[in-house]
């Protein structure tokens, strides 16, 4: 067993994320695991650029209300107390809505390939606005 000691919360590069988004690593992994793990707290509005992972992503919703979507349109909502599973290479977003910050720990294998994480183009005010829509979300 070992305990891991709190790490600094930082705000996420730009060049990946739209909006205020703040990442606390919870877990990096060592010597036993490639297993990694985030708590990600995303501003209304606020969500990562499309991507994927190499070996898939679970995300665990722990506060607020957000959007997951994928590149073919389809879209969930994601409140505290739910997960979900996205597929390995699957090109996907997720954020808060435009009105709801959204907290999640997001977690990885990371296993494999040494970026398990591919970053691709934003999603458009466009994209964002349609995610609402397919999830049912109101969007001002």
């Not at 990946?16 to 990442?23: C, H, K, R, S």
């Not at 994927?52 to 994601?78: E, I, K, P, S």
Request: aromatic share 8%.
């Amino acid at each position: 067993m070992h305990k891991n000691e709190p790490t600094a919360t930082r705000k996420t590069p730009a060049e990946n994320f739209t909006g205020d988004v703040y990442l606390t690593p919870v877990f990096g992994g060592d010597d036993t695991s490639d297993l990694t793990c985030g708590l990600v707290r995303f501003t209304p509005g606020a969500r990562t650029h499309w991507h994927t992972h190499a070996n898939g992503q679970l995300l665990v919703c722990t506060d607020g209300v957000g959007l997951v979507g994928t590149r073919d349109g389809d879209t969930v909502v994601l409140r505290a107390g739910e997960s979900v599973w996205i597929a390995p290479d699957e090109e996907h977003f997720h954020g808060g809505t435009a009105e709801t910050m959204m907290c999640h720990y997001a977690i990885l294998d990371g296993s494999g390939p040494k970026d398990a994480t591919t970053w691709l183009d934003p999603v458009t005010d466009e994209d964002y606005t349609a995610a609402h829509a397919s999830a049912g979300v109101s969007r001002p």
